[in-house]
């Protein structure tokens, strides 16, 4: 062998692992080249038969122990992903229902301020009474449009006795403040006005 016979003819090998490794397969390529022919003359089979069954190195139990704790392992990770995804969903929802508060909350407000402008006089028209938000419209009133569409719109039936802005304006428009309207002070909340004592006295005495 190769290996040997450097060693008898007293070769150094240096730290190069590359040509270790070169040296131990072609040891190997020479043994397996010399001993196939050998076994097969003294006809010992070199081929592993097709219905073999190699034995294991773990028993069946120990490797259905080893599957158990895997299915149980997942299990565990899949409920633990399920109630991550629950809570951000809640978190989300929450988030939403938050948004929609907020949005009608100064949706209101906003209403109100135009209100109080109008009374104020800041403001001469009453747009905002007709505008109403953008709605997505649902599956029934989609079908509802259709149909109004192909046969007709039979009138308006809610909303009739809300206000509009021709409603309050009236047909002559905005009704304009007169001079000295609500400066009046009203009688029934006027004060009296107590005598003095001389007075009072005078009074009893010609009673």
């Not at 009474?129 to 419209?137: A, F």
């Not at 039979?154 to 809300?162: E, F, T, Y």
Request: a positive charge; zero cysteines; glycine letters at 6%.
């Amino acid at each position: 062998f190769q290996l040997a016979e450097a060693e008898k003819q007293n070769k150094v090998f240096d730290y190069d692992e590359l040509k270790h490794e070169s040296v131990f397969y072609r040891q190997a390529q020479d043994a397996v080249l010399t001993g196939i022919p050998k076994l097969h003359s003294l006809g010992i089979p070199t081929r592993r038969p097709e219905d073999y069954f190699a034995e294991m190195s773990k028993s069946d139990e120990h490797m259905q122990k080893v599957k158990s704790m895997l299915i149980k392992k997942k299990a565990v990770t899949e409920r633990v992903e399920r109630g991550r995804q629950l809570r951000q969903q809640r978190k989300l929802q929450k988030a939403l229902q938050a948004q929609s508060r907020a949005n009608k909350q100064n949706a209101i407000k906003e209403h109100h301020d135009e209100i109080a402008k109008f009374r104020k006089g800041k403001r001469k028209d009453l747009e905002f009474l007709d505008s109403k938000p953008n709605k997505k419209q649902t599956k029934s009133q989609l079908k509802r449009n259709y149909r109004d569409t192909k046969f007709g719109f039979g009138g308006k039936k809610r909303g009739a006795k809300n206000n509009t802005r021709e409603s309050t304006m009236g047909e002559e428009g905005p009704r304009k403040r007169r001079v000295g309207q609500g400066t009046q002070p009203n009688k029934k909340n006027k004060k009296k006005i107590r005598l003095g004592k001389s007075r009072r006295n005078n009074m009893k005495k010609s009673k």
